[in-house]
């Protein structure tokens, strides 16, 4: 066997720059190495993965709203508490780090069953304290009329103040927060609404006020700014007309579905169970 003799120090003299590394590997390939690569450091804790896939569907289509209902459970409950705690630091920042849908939806779902269910409570309350022989027949148009308010105030009134700032010009605010804003400033009406059920005048009046408070407070503090952006005569308009209308709910919840009350006198032909403000 013959055996030649190679001279590598001439090679090895050249330096590394006439070494060249080619990958055989399809481009195809690479990229799934990269993915799984990755996918294993995020499973190994290494790596995080921030990336926000945003889909080209239209507003009009289901996908476009998906990303506002992947949230967990402890946000929403946290934004919840939050919006009663006026000194909290996180007051102000209650939907960063992006907006959510799904508070804002259920929050008014189940404020409307609390309003349908403890005015009804508190109306046979009232009707059996007054007149334990009198059947009490529920009003099942009380629940159609909570839907129809809460749904309202919750959705066509951010919408509105949305668009309006649209057109004036002030564009910082989308409508995803216009809307959070608005449903989570609700979620304190629904342990007043349970507390309404007893059936002393003076607490309603009491409970509805702090509801009042903290909700107009909450709505104030985070839409404030916004408006602060339009032009004075404007911002002055808009604040007027949200707090009219924040005034409106208060009160029309408080006429409607908190206002029952024990009768001890009633004479022929008297309704057991009657309302006043």
Same mark, same amino acid.
Request: proline letters at 5%; a negative charge; aromatic letters at 14%.
């Given at each position: ?116 269910? /403890?005015?009804?409570?508190?109306? /046979? ?19 159609? !009329? ?13 919408? !509105? ?7 004036? %010009? ?30 002393? /005048? ?13 909700? %107009? ?49 009633? %004479? ?10």
């Amino acid at each position: 066997m013959a055996y030649v003799a190679v001279d590598a120090d001439d090679q090895l003299e050249e330096g590394p720059e006439g070494l060249e590394f080619k990958s055989f590997l399809g481009a195809d390939a690479r990229a799934d190495q990269q993915t799984q690569s990755g996918a294993s450091n995020v499973d190994r804790g290494y790596l995080t993965d921030h990336t926000t896939h945003k889909s080209p569907s239209g507003f009009w289509t289901v996908e476009y709203y998906q990303p506002y209902f992947d949230v967990d459970t402890s946000t929403v409950l946290k934004r919840c508490y939050t919006t009663l705690l006026p000194t909290s630091p996180s007051y102000l920042t209650i939907l960063a780090p992006s907006a959510d849908l799904y508070g804002p939806f259920w929050i008014p779902t189940t404020l409307i069953l609390a309003l349908f269910l /403890s005015s009804s409570l508190a109306a /046979s309350i009232s009707s059996y304290l007054s007149d334990p022989g009198t059947a009490y027949e529920y009003d099942f148009g009380l629940l159609g !009329l909570a839907t129809t308010i809460v749904y309202i105030y919750t959705f066509a009134v951010p919408v !509105l103040l949305w668009l309006t700032l649209r057109y004036i %010009g002030v564009g910082e605010w989308g409508v995803a927060e216009a809307l959070g804003v608005w449903g989570y400033s609700l979620f304190v009406w629904i342990p007043v609404s349970i507390l309404c059920v007893i059936p002393v /005048s003076i607490l309603r009046w009491v409970l509805v006020g702090i509801a009042f408070s903290l909700s %107009g407070y909450f709505l104030v503090t985070n839409v404030y700014p916004i408006l602060a952006m339009a032009d004075a005569k404007a911002t002055r308009l808009l604040i007027v007309v949200v707090g009219a209308l924040h005034a409106g709910l208060a009160l029309t919840f408080k006429v409607l579905f908190f206002s029952y009350y024990v009768v001890h006198d009633i %004479g022929p032909g008297a309704d057991p169970v009657r309302r006043f403000l």
